[in-house]
């Protein structure tokens, strides 16, 4: 089973229109990641959220991170065609291995 | 500023062929990391290097071999490229171990790879 869940998988939204991309783990958050890919391209850095209740704001994309529910928003207030992309979550969920543990993506469309 | 730099961007392999991915760096980083990205699956990691001279295993490492060539370049070889191989691969980078530093991971644009 997925350990990082992304919600939804995909999302077409109007120009102007607000939007919340959810990101829930099956196992305990200690920090939260959120990346933007454009198609065709690598990944972006947006925030990082490292502790229950922080809140992070860069332009128009707010991020929350709920460590009671092990769940993550990304919103996004007015959304311009410089927002359609693939956003992904990634944390640290422990294991073995070094390095994040990443959702498979919410793939976003802004229809003019 | 270059980052982290992926060569080729995109290639195309026959069953049975072999091949180096290239990666480097100039943000003068200890750590850095192979992962693939396929639909359906999202990104998974393949190997990783905490440092120059060290190398481990991380989600999917079948099929692949990495050298951490020194502290810039961590190259990814196919030995004997299958089908199920045909994937984005993406390098990163991070001051340390991720789990030391909890900084950003830094990635590269990819390299688009197609076995046939």
């Known amino acids: 089973s997925q350990e990082l869940e992304q919600s939804p998988q995909s999302l077409i939204v109007q120009e102007g229109k607000n939007l919340t991309i959810n990101c829930t783990s099956s196992k305990t958050l200690y920090g939260l990641y959120w990346y933007k890919q454009k198609y065709g391209e690598g990944l972006i850095f947006l925030m990082m959220?490292?502790?229950?209740?922080e809140e992070k704001s860069h332009e128009k994309i707010t991020a929350k991170l709920d460590e009671k529910k092990q769940q993550s928003s990304l919103h996004i207030t007015a959304s311009q065609p410089s927002h359609a992309g693939i956003y992904l979550c990634g944390a640290d969920l422990g294991g073995g291995a070094d390095g994040l543990t990443f959702g498979k993506g919410t793939h976003l469309i802004i229809q003019p | 500023n270059a980052g982290v730099t992926q060569t080729p961007k995109f290639q195309v392999l026959k069953t049975g062929q072999s091949m180096t991915l290239q990666c480097a760096q100039d943000m003068n980083h200890n750590s850095m990391y192979w992962y693939r990205q396929d639909p359906g699956m999202g990104l998974r990691l393949i190997y990783y290097s905490a440092s120059e001279g060290t190398t481990d295993k991380g989600e999917v490492p079948n099929g692949y071999n990495v050298s951490r060539l020194n502290k810039r370049e961590f190259s990814l070889r196919l030995e004997s490229a299958a089908p199920s191989q045909t994937s984005v691969y993406f390098c990163a980078s991070s001051p340390g171990l991720f789990r030391s530093y909890n900084s950003p991971l830094h990635f590269g644009n990819g390299t688009r790879l197609t076995v046939t």
């Open positions: 959220l490292q502790k229950g209740g």
